[in-house]
């Protein structure tokens, strides 16, 4: 049985298993609370699997993985910011979103501010950091599949973008929240699994000493003048050429990285799926456990495929390196196991990259529409007036939206590495959301135009640098390569936009005279102890 043949079988098996997930959520999807937060029925520990299984994305498995089998010691900034973030949601966010909102991030902000104004800004930034977030996986479905399958034309890889996101509007309009969390339980499972397994037979090939699989990995893609500075910093960032801008750059990086996460929609939601302030908690416990072994596998993932697959195969199956970790299960289970275990492992991690990208993107489509449904339409748009129903409803409509505009920007963007679209997707959550989520559970004197102004302010910024930045216009891998018109030099704008989002929320907040201190202290109260929670959860 040829590789292509087995990967089809394992893909449609999956993608069957998942569908009947998918229709069994929807006979349990009765009210908004099932649709929108799974009627809040899930455990700490599947809530921390399901948030595991949302986090550990396309970026992480085939970017990362491709990042650091292409510019080594660079690439390892993103396994440690993507690890480091979920402290700051921890500590900051996690308990305190919990007992504070109902289905969305705008539930919180808008509590003690004037809704409207509040929850449009919410509702828009939620939606425009889904749709770049949304990108990277999409544009790692094309890569993958292209390998998997043997599809090498450019229209084959638009049809697989495609394909991607008609399941995943399945997986939304009819599984709504517990369908997705379920889908995203079980992707977390095989996925740790796959990336153990490959982990283990890399580092038993090289007898399980490390320091032999970083030489060999030097060696076999590090520059031909110095293939030691593949274990050394400056070689994608901070190098002689980029100079000081370089260096800028790499901090604005981690910047977005560390601080995104708190301010990732599709994230933030999950913590509204359990029952308890404790179950919040405890599921970001797990789940840091489970993303902390991850992230350390991605280590070995990719100086593995740079010490036994080298860039050069790794640059002509796909220019970004997202096929990386696919390629060295191929190598790794031929030298191991022979041509028919080689197939066997790429056919099996191709199907577990192929669950991770749609599990994913089931999270994020889901975030986005029910945003639009929860917040602009029926408390923007309806005033607070439309029933349960017209608010899913309309959730199902938007998600069909949501998916068909991420499929064509999708398109535009497939020669991108997953990692960086992933760190800009960071950067915008990090410049407009965080900002104002922040503020309004620790700041009194935060108020209505403060929080637009944060959101507002914070979002475009980003926006507006990455448009004039590199990633655009300007470069051979630029999504435009033929134009140029980049005048901001950095690649990540985060280490601008972020301090810009702070200082619009403050400087709209002492422009005001509005202040409502009884909302403040009754969300104080709110957030640290969860009394009221179950109040806001039944009405």
């Given at each position: 049985m040829s590789s292509t043949t087995l990967s089809?079988?394992?893909?449609?098996?999956?993608?069957?298993?998942?569908?009947?997930?998918?229709?069994?959520?929807?006979?349990?999807?009765?009210?908004?609370?099932?649709?929108?937060?799974?009627?809040?029925?899930?455990?700490?520990?599947?809530?921390?699997l399901a948030i595991g299984g949302d986090y550990m994305s396309a970026a992480s498995f085939l970017g990362i993985a491709g990042i650091i089998a292409l510019f080594g010691y660079d690439g390892f900034?993103?396994?440690?910011?993507?690890?480091?973030?979920?402290?700051?949601?921890?500590?900051?966010?996690?308990?305190?979103?919990?007992?504070?909102?109902?289905?969305?991030?705008?539930?919180?902000?808008?509590?003690?501010?004037?809704?409207?104004?509040?929850?449009?800004?919410?509702?828009?930034?939620?939606?425009?950091?889904?749709?770049?977030?949304?990108?990277?996986?999409?544009?790692?479905?094309?890569?993958?599949?292209?390998?998997?399958?043997?599809?090498?034309?450019?229209?084959?890889?638009?049809?697989?973008?495609?394909?991607?996101?008609?399941?995943?509007?399945?997986?939304?309009?009819?599984?709504?929240?517990?369908?997705?969390?379920w889908v995203q339980i079980v992707k977390a499972v095989l996925l740790m699994t796959g990336a153990a397994l490959v982990t283990i037979l890399v580092l038993a090939e090289f007898g399980f000493n490390l320091s032999g699989l970083l030489g060999q990995a030097a060696a076999t893609s590090g520059p031909g003048a110095n293939p030691d500075s593949f274990l050394s910093p400056g070689l994608r960032y901070g190098t002689e050429e980029q100079g000081l801008a370089g260096k800028i750059d790499l901090i604005s990086l981690g910047l977005a990285l560390v601080?995104?996460?708190?301010?990732?929609?599709?994230?933030?939601?999950?913590?509204?799926?359990?029952?308890?302030?404790?179950?919040?908690?405890?599921?970001?416990?797990?789940?840091?456990?489970?993303?902390?072994?991850f992230y350390l596998l991605t280590l070995v993932l990719g100086f593995g495929a740079a010490a036994i697959v080298g860039r050069e195969e790794i640059v002509a199956q796909d220019p970004g390196g997202n096929t990386a970790a696919p390629l060295l299960a191929l190598r790794i289970g031929e030298e191991i196991f022979g041509s028919v275990g080689g197939t066997i492992l790429l056919a099996f991690i191709g199907a577990v990259a192929f669950a991770t990208i749609l599990a994913v993107v089931a999270g994020l489509t889901l975030a986005s529409s029910s945003s639009f449904a929860h917040d602009l339409?029926?408390?923007?748009?309806?005033?607070?007036?439309?029933?349960?129903?017209?608010?899913?409803?309309?959730?199902?409509?938007s998600a069909l939206v949501i998916g068909a505009v991420a499929i064509g920007l999708s398109i535009l963007a497939q020669n991108q590495n997953v990692a960086f679209l992933v760190a800009l997707a960071f950067a915008v959550a990090a410049s407009g959301n965080l900002p104002a989520i922040l503020y309004s559970l620790f700041w009194k004197r935060f108020n209505t135009a403060g929080a637009v102004s944060a959101i507002y302010g914070g979002l475009l910024s980003a926006l507006l640098l990455v448009v004039f930045s590199p990633v655009v216009s300007g470069g051979e891998r630029a999504l435009l390569p033929d134009a140029d018109f980049a005048w901001f030099p950095l690649s990540n704008p985060g280490?601008?936009?972020?301090?810009?989002?702070?200082?619009?929320?403050?400087?709209?907040?002492?422009?005001?005279?509005?202040?409502?201190?009884?909302?403040?202290?009754?969300?104080?109260?709110?957030?640290?102890?969860?009394?009221?929670?179950?109040?806001?959860v039944k009405h």
């Open positions: 089809t079988i394992l893909f449609l098996a999956f993608v069957a298993a998942t569908l009947g997930i998918t229709v069994w959520a929807s006979r349990q999807t009765k009210t908004a609370a099932d649709y929108y937060a799974g009627g809040r029925s899930f455990s700490g520990a599947q809530n921390g900034l993103y396994s440690i910011g993507f690890l480091v973030a979920w402290l700051v949601a921890l500590l900051l966010v996690a308990e305190l979103m919990r007992n504070s909102g109902k289905f969305t991030m705008a539930d919180v902000l808008a509590f003690r501010m004037s809704p409207r104004p509040v929850r449009t800004a919410a509702g828009v930034s939620t939606i425009v950091v889904s749709i770049f977030y949304l990108l990277a996986q999409m544009v790692g479905a094309g890569a993958l599949v292209g390998l998997l399958l043997g599809v090498t034309s450019e229209a084959g890889k638009v049809w697989t973008i495609v394909a991607v996101g008609a399941l995943m509007i399945v997986y939304v309009v009819f599984g709504g929240m517990k369908g997705t969390t601080l995104g996460t708190a301010g990732l929609p599709h994230i933030l939601i999950r913590f509204y799926t359990v029952p308890t302030a404790k179950d919040a908690r405890k599921s970001v416990i797990w789940g840091i456990g489970i993303i902390g072994t339409y029926a408390h923007v748009f309806r005033r607070g007036q439309a029933s349960e129903r017209q608010e899913v409803v309309v959730a199902r409509i280490i601008v936009s972020i301090p810009f989002g702070f200082l619009c929320g403050y400087l709209g907040t002492i422009m005001s005279k509005e202040y409502n201190a009884a909302k403040y202290a009754e969300i104080e109260v709110r957030s640290l102890t969860g009394v009221g929670a179950e109040k806001a």
